[in-house]
């Protein structure tokens, strides 16, 4: 339930009427919450850790944009034009929307919701929740939400990409698999050095996230900055961010806490910029800031709840 409450509702991208939200939630369930308790059972039951998580969430990402809705080749998808800007006829689409989106579907679709359940449920976070026939099933369901959103979006426009298109899509996610596949756990060395705070941390990616967010131009400014300067800035925003946190986790002090703190500003970054994205879609009305501040509250009460579950644990 968390995956399309981050990754769809909590962005701002439903409408804001409660028969859209009931017709949009069942399919995403399947496809977002399928994916992502399937990326965390398989991980979890390779001993494995965030990193795998990772990688296995871009192969989520490469196909869901791919091939289930296309959006990294149908230049007519929404009549947005989100690939009119950095637009590489050679590639067949745009490297800025195509990192964009990628990216948040790895961190806010996948990885956010599952490291807030899992603190949330800290007695059972390393373990694997589902027995071997549980999890063959959400993977059922999750191919059963693909298709169903899949169908659903051809009729809509029409639209498949080549099979060129469709064979490096599944290249680059088999290369994903892949790699999680041959990660192994990081052994921690105590290296030494201080590590940022839990806040510090918090803080840390709520502004490397909310810039790389804001590169995308979510509010409509209508910036004319060269596409290679935007790509520059989204690898230098999400590269930061990402290389200060894994060279952090590397060392013993580094703990639950700082985990869930990185998510927890993650969860904020999407918490600000919904509000935008819904005002940019479906305009400033009073029910889409009212579901928006639906959703801002309900991210805050689990965010409580997940940071009062530290209290009673030991942090490891």
């Known amino acids: 339930?968390?995956?399309?409450?981050?990754?769809?509702?909590?962005?701002?991208?439903?409408?804001?009427?409660?028969?859209?939200?009931?017709?949009?939630?069942?399919?995403?369930?399947?496809?977002?919450?399928?994916?992502?308790?399937?990326?965390?059972?398989?991980?979890?039951?390779?001993?494995?850790?965030?990193?795998?998580?990772?990688?296995?969430?871009?192969?989520?990402?490469?196909?869901?944009?791919?091939?289930?809705?296309?959006?990294?080749?149908?230049?007519?998808?929404?009549?947005?034009?989100l690939l009119e800007y950095g637009w590489l006829p050679a590639l067949g689409t745009s490297p800025v929307w195509s990192g964009y989106v990628l990216t948040i579907h790895t961190v806010w679709s996948i990885l956010v919701p599952i490291v807030l359940t899992e603190h949330l449920f800290r007695a059972r976070a390393h373990r694997p929740w589902l027995p071997v026939p549980?999890?063959?099933?959400?993977?059922?369901?999750?191919?059963?939400?693909?298709?169903?959103?899949?169908?659903g979006n051809y009729l809509t426009y029409q639209f498949l990409p080549g099979g060129g298109q469709i064979v490096a899509v599944l290249v680059l996610f088999g290369g994903c698999i892949a790699i999680g596949l041959v990660l192994r756990p990081a052994v921690r060395r105590g290296l030494p050095g201080r590590i940022p705070s839990p806040r510090s941390t918090a803080l840390l990616t709520a502004v490397a996230s909310s810039l790389f967010v804001f590169t995308q131009d979510p509010v409509g400014l209508g910036w004319s900055v060269p596409p290679a300067v935007t790509l520059a800035a989204m690898v230098l925003t999400a590269g930061t961010g990402t290389a200060v946190i894994a060279l952090a986790s590397r060392r013993a002090a580094w703990s639950a806490r700082h985990t869930l703190a990185a998510a927890t500003g993650a969860l904020v970054t999407y918490g600000w910029s919904g509000f935008f994205v819904q005002f940019s879609i479906h305009g400033f009305t009073t029910p889409g800031l009212g579901a928006q501040l639906v959703f801002a509250g309900i991210a805050v009460a689990l965010l409580i709840g997940a940071w009062r579950q530290q209290r009673t644990i030991t942090p490891a």
Do not use: H, K
């Open 1 to 81: 339930m968390l995956s399309p409450f981050v990754g769809e509702f909590l962005l701002g991208n439903i409408e804001p009427v409660p028969s859209s939200w009931l017709a949009s939630l069942l399919p995403l369930v399947l496809l977002y919450g399928g994916g992502a308790l399937v990326i965390r059972e398989m991980t979890r039951r390779l001993g494995r850790g965030y990193p795998t998580m990772a990688l296995f969430a871009v192969g989520y990402a490469l196909l869901e944009e791919g091939i289930i809705l296309g959006t990294l080749f149908n230049r007519g998808y929404l009549d947005l034009g």
């Open 134 to 151: 549980g999890t063959i099933a959400v993977l059922v369901a999750y191919l059963l939400g693909a298709a169903v959103v899949g169908v």
